[in-house]
Nanobody, 125 residues
């Protein structure tokens, strides 16, 4: 059974920071991509950041320079460090797992087979 459990969502003010964590159990992929997506009310789910088994990361333009994605020491924990948060970052953030994919597809929901339940991030002005 593959499970992804996110934590770390909270309410912060503009300019604040949050660290999201995702613990993955039962990972069936030796080579894989792990990613963070987000979905705001009334909007489509969008990719935020992804990292592959070689620790190559891909970021959405909105995340570059502010967010950092990395794996924990056990390789099955995914972290998203978010700095300089803005109200437009408000969304439910989801962790996702899929087989290794090319960077051009790393932020597409269709590249991921397994998803967590999400954690709410709210940024107030």
């Amino acid at each position: 059974l593959v499970q992804l459990v996110e934590s770390g969502g909270d309410s912060v003010q503009t300019g604040g920071s949050l660290r999201l964590s995702c613990v993955i159990s039962g990972n069936p992929f030796i080579s894989n991509n792990m990613a963070w997506f987000r979905q705001a009310p009334g909007k489509q789910r969008e990719g935020v950041a992804s990292i592959d088994s070689y620790n190559d990361a891909t970021y959405a333009d909105s995340a570059k320079g502010r967010f950092t994605v990395f794996r924990g020491n056990d390789k099955n924990t995914l972290i998203l460090q978010m700095n300089d948060l803005k109200p437009e970052d408000t969304a439910v953030y989801y962790c996702a797992l899929g087989s290794q994919t090319h960077a051009s597809a790393a932020l597409l929901p269709s590249a991921y087979m397994y998803w967590g339940q999400g954690t709410q991030v709210t940024v107030s002005s």
